[in-house]
Each structure stands twice: as structure tokens, then as C-alpha cells.
């Protein structure tokens, strides 16, 4: 008897084990296939402090953005905006800088398998930091930027 009890008590055990790894296996493949964004014109990441919005020069950009919200479908952040006032001209510009809101969408699924975000919208939110820019804009990003 001591030894059913035993045995009984072994196959409890397993089948807990068992079923929380599969309740937490679908949460650990879902948060795989979270988009990341493009932050550094190469390599894609998660909630980045950095984002480089002119691949090109480097010239549009934000830094210390904190994201407030990250979904399937869409990442929202603030930060500080940095732009080059290309004078007299980008090589010898200055960077400039102003409070600047980002929002990624249009997430997309690359031949690699991760999913990026494909656009990025800006918006300085006290203006641009020099007189001839939009307010606001948007970047498109994709897989072949990155190489994946």
C-alpha cells in the first residue's frame, strides 16, 4: 500500500511538473516573437535606449528613449531627439537637440523569422530643434536593412 501511495504521490508530482512547463512554454514562444526595431541601421533589439532614425549620416536620431508601451502591434517611446543642423553643411553641422516621441508599427515577419517593426513615426514634442524641419515624420525600416 506504502509503496502505491508512494508511487501515486511521484506521478502527482510529475504531472504538476508537466503542466506548468506547458502552461509557461506558449508565454516563452509568444515573448520570442515580440517585434524588435531596428535601432543602429543593423541589428534589431528589444525596448533600445538608442534608435538612429537617418541611416545614411546619422543625422536623425533619438537617445534615452523609454518605451511605455511594447505589443504585437506596436511600440511607443519617448526620448531625446537629436538632429543635425547641416551648417554650413551636415559634415560640419552641429547636432541640436528637443524632447522627441517615437512610435513603431507595421510589424513584419523576415525570411530569418523575426519580426520587426517596419515604420517609425517621430514627433518632436516641443518642435524641431532647427527651424526647416517637420514636426513630425516617419522612417520606413526593413528586413534588408538589418540582413535578416
Do not use: Y
Not at 1 to 19: D, E, K, P, S
Not at 94 to 108: F, G, I, N, S
Not at 123 to 147: E, R
Amino acid at each position: 500500500m506504502r509503496g502505491r501511495l508512494a508511487l501515486g504521490i511521484v506521478a502527482l508530482v510529475a504531472v504538476g511538473a508537466c503542466t506548468s512547463a506547458l502552461a509557461s512554454g506558449p508565454i516563452a514562444t509568444e515573448s520570442a516573437k515580440r517585434p524588435l526595431l531596428i535601432s543602429n541601421c543593423a541589428k534589431p533589439k528589444f525596448r533600445p535606449a538608442n534608435v538612429i532614425l537617418a541611416c545614411g549620416d546619422a543625422s536623425l536620431g533619438a537617445t534615452n528613449v523609454t518605451w511605455s508601451s511594447w505589443t504585437q502591434k506596436k511600440a511607443v517611446g519617448a526620448g531625446t531627439g537629436q538632429l543635425n543642423n547641416c551648417k554650413p553643411d551636415c559634415a560640419s553641422g552641429k547636432t541640436k537637440t528637443a524632447p522627441m516621441q517615437l512610435r513603431a508599427t507595421k510589424p513584419h515577419t523576415c525570411r530569418s523569422g523575426r519580426r520587426i517593426f517596419t515604420k517609425v513615426h517621430f514627433t518632436w514634442t516641443s518642435g524641431a530643434p532647427v527651424g526647416h524641419v517637420p514636426d513630425s515624420g516617419s522612417v520606413p525600416l526593413g528586413c534588408k536593412l538589418a540582413g535578416i
